[in-house]
């Protein structure tokens, strides 16, 4: 059983884990795909938001009316379970069916946008995972739920989610096995057949020696 450092430890780096936001710039028909190991049956948000650069100014626009998105997600298994056209600001929702890594992909429609025709545009992207998707605030305004019935509201939902990061942690030290077993045993049969191929030569080699010897009558 875990101690109590160690639990909140462990709160604490699954917390981090389930969201991620960042910034980054792409080009013109640049294309920017991330990442995301996900358990299964877990709901994930992204939110980004875009900001074209001005050459004028010299900075970055506030927004970018008229730019679109295209957001295109892949399963472990390269399965597109989404595949959408956004604004320039915009907020895609999926859930994870089978657990593992997750590609998230954006690319802009600046091809049809003469504006960024060789500029570079600035993407905001805020992901979130699990129970982080939550909006509590609606939630207890929604069930008429007190403080305290929303705090064990949050916290079954950290607990579901944990469970959920335990299994997949499982999975993975599973699938680790048995690629680890699958390894040790090609290695077996590969030093036995090297042994069987060192044998049959040595053999073969001690026939040859003694024809050779008897043709040359040295036995």
């Known amino acids: 059983m875990l101690s109590a450092p160690a639990a909140r430890a462990f ?3 699954s917390w981090i884990s389930s969201i991620s936001a960042l910034y980054f710039h792409i080009g013109e028909t640049e294309k920017k795909c991330f990442i995301e190991e996900i358990p299964d049956e877990t709901m994930v948000i992204g939110k980004y938001r ?13 927004a970018t009316p008229g730019l679109g998105m295209h957001v295109e997600i892949k399963d472990p298994d390269t399965k597109i379970i989404l595949s959408r056209q ?9 859930t994870s069916h089978t657990p593992g890594e997750h590609q998230i992909c954006l690319h802009s429609n600046s091809t049809k946008m003469a504006l960024f ?22 939630i207890a305004a929604k ?14 939902d950290q607990v579901e989610q944990i469970q959920k990061e335990q299994n997949y942690q499982r999975y993975r030290e599973e ?10 045993q090609r290695v077996l049969w590969w030093s036995i057949a090297q042994t069987l191929i060192l044998i049959i030569t040595g053999i073969w080699q001690m026939k040859h020696l ?5 043709a040359k009558k040295l036995v």
Do not use: C
């Not at 403080?147 to 949050?154: G, I, N, S």
């Not at 003694?210 to 008897?214: D, I, L, N």
């Open 11 to 13: 709160l604490f780096l």
């Open 50 to 62: 875009t900001q074209l650069w001005d050459k004028q100014s010299g900075s970055f626009l506030p």
């Open 86 to 94: 956004y604004g320039s600001d915009g907020r895609f929702t999926f």
């Open 117 to 138: 025709a060789g500029g570079k545009l600035r993407v905001h992207l805020d992901i979130q995972v699990g129970e982080h998707t939550n909006n509590y605030p609606e």
């Open 143 to 156: 069930d008429k739920l007190t403080e305290l019935q929303l705090r064990v509201r949050q916290l079954l």
């Open 175 to 184: 699938r680790f096995r048995m690629t680890s077993e699958s390894t040790n």
């Open 210 to 214: 003694k024809s050779f010897f008897e």
